[in-house]
């Protein structure tokens, strides 16, 4: 199937592959070459892209969808590139020097695995810089201000006389923080109190103006119209209003989290979260290249079975005693990790034990990171923010620190080993 892609190498990425497998069988194995030259051209289209894309006022993109939106051939690319690794095993070809040059391997898988992530987060960062610059803040805040104020005196219809309600922009409130500029309050008008009908209809032509504005829909109405309208409290029938409202509010949300840098892609907890996924994507990887995909695939099956059956203890648990046993739940895990390494460890292997033997080494191995959380929970429950990260990360180094000391070479034992009748 993959070499009627071929036409998709160029000749001198076919030079370099060829003068890897002579040279550097081990970096050719990697297929580094194939990510760095391929990732480079998609990372330099989005760069592009990004500088030529179009971007007004009316029309503000959310860098949070296309960051999804470009992990999808991203996952393709990983996709393709271990299915390639799987046809090249270093243990067999590097003979006594094969654990140096294993842990070479694993940090360039890191590194190709931080690459391609880094590819649509960085796309993310380049767009909402960007959109930061369409406007300056002192002019958004100045926008956000005159929609609130505007928006206490208009009311509208969504489907018939009797089904209206006031616009509901208390949303604008929450989104002027950080940004710099001044800000107004204006006090909701009373129809028993009298008022300034020119000012009125000052603020009212000002909130159509702001509203054209981002949403390039003109409102078919006159201010002297809405301001009767809010006098009289009947409702105002617009089509299509609710479908600019809600493009306003996406429009100046994109603005306003552009400006104070609040994308969650930007998020410092999203970032380390983004860590630990490559980290889990790393281990597993590495799990995977040392067996073979079904003891992998029946790790995956036995670990959600096992997580399933402690969620279903501890429901029951709870709708009978009323009670959650947090305790007993982080007791289960930390005795399930243990029980799956020991069966990985274990002397005997005969055809029916070898592969309950993998499939625990591996289902072990995955859940290792978790194990100082884990331990953390049993001791304080309350963990959480920078703590809970700093548990993880930790948990992190104790795996990579393990698997390079013992569980890696226990994987190529056993994986070689003969297995007895």
């Known amino acids: 199937m993959l070499r009627r892609l071929e036409f998709l190498v160029p ?80 243990e067999q070809f590097q003979g006594k020097n094969w654990r140096l040059n294993s842990l070479r391997d694993e940090l360039l898988h890191l590194g190709v695995l931080a690459s391609l992530i880094s590819i649509p987060l960085m796309y993310g960062y380049q767009l909402s810089n960007r959109i930061d610059q369409t406007i300056t803040e002192s002019e958004l805040a100045r926008d956000i201000n005159t929609l609130k104020v505007g928006s206490q005196l208009f009311k509208y219809g969504v489907q018939s006389p009797n089904d209206y309600r006031f616009t509901n922009m208390e949303w604008y409130t929450t989104l002027h923080y950080g940004l710099e500029g001044e800000y107004f309050e204006y006090e909701v008008i009373q129809k028993n109190l009298p008022y300034s009908s020119c000012k009125n209809r000052q603020l009212i032509e000002e909130f159509l103006f702001v509203f054209a ?3 390039d829909f ?33 429009n100046i949300s994109n603005l306003a989290q552009a400006k104070t840098r609040s994308f969650a892609i930007m998020d410092a907890d999203f970032l380390k979260s983004l860590v630990f996924i490559c980290f889990m994507l790393w281990l597993g990887l590495q799990a995977f290249l040392k067996t073979n995909w079904k003891s992998f695939l029946g790790a995956l099956i036995v670990g959600g079975l096992w997580s399933l059956s402690i969620a279903l203890t501890a429901s029951i648990l709870d709708a009978s005693f009323h009670i959650y046993p947090e305790k007993f739940v982080f007791m289960l895990m930390m005795a399930g990790l243990g029980f799956f390494l020991y069966q990985g460890y274990r002397q005997k292997n005969t055809k029916r034990t070898h592969q309950w033997k993998v499939i625990s080494l591996t289902l072990g191995t995955l859940m290792l990171p978790f194990a100082p959380l884990i331990i953390g929970s049993f001791i304080d429950s309350n963990i959480y923010g920078d703590a809970w990260f700093n548990i993880l990360f930790a948990g992190m180094g104790v795996s990579f620190i393990t698997w390079n000391l013992t569980l890696r070479s226990r994987f190529v034992d056993l994986m070689a080993s003969p297995k007895e009748n």
């Open 11 to 90: 000749p001198l990425l076919k030079r370099i592959d060829r003068q890897l497998l002579l040279h550097r069988p081990g970096l050719w194995a990697t297929r580094l070459h194939y990510v760095a030259f391929y990732g480079s051209i998609l990372s330099l289209l989005m760069g592009l892209y990004t500088l030529i894309r179009p971007i007004s006022l009316h029309s503000v993109p959310n860098p949070e969808n296309y960051f999804a939106l470009l992990l999808l051939p991203v996952a393709v690319g990983f996709g393709l590139w271990v299915y390639h690794l799987t046809f090249f095993r270093l």
């Open 213 to 215: 504005k981002y949403t």
């Open 218 to 250: 003109t409102i078919p109405l006159s201010s002297y119209e809405i301001l009767e309208a809010y006098r009289d409290e009947q409702p105002l029938q617009i089509a299509d209003f609710a479908m600019y409202e809600q493009m306003l509010r996406e």
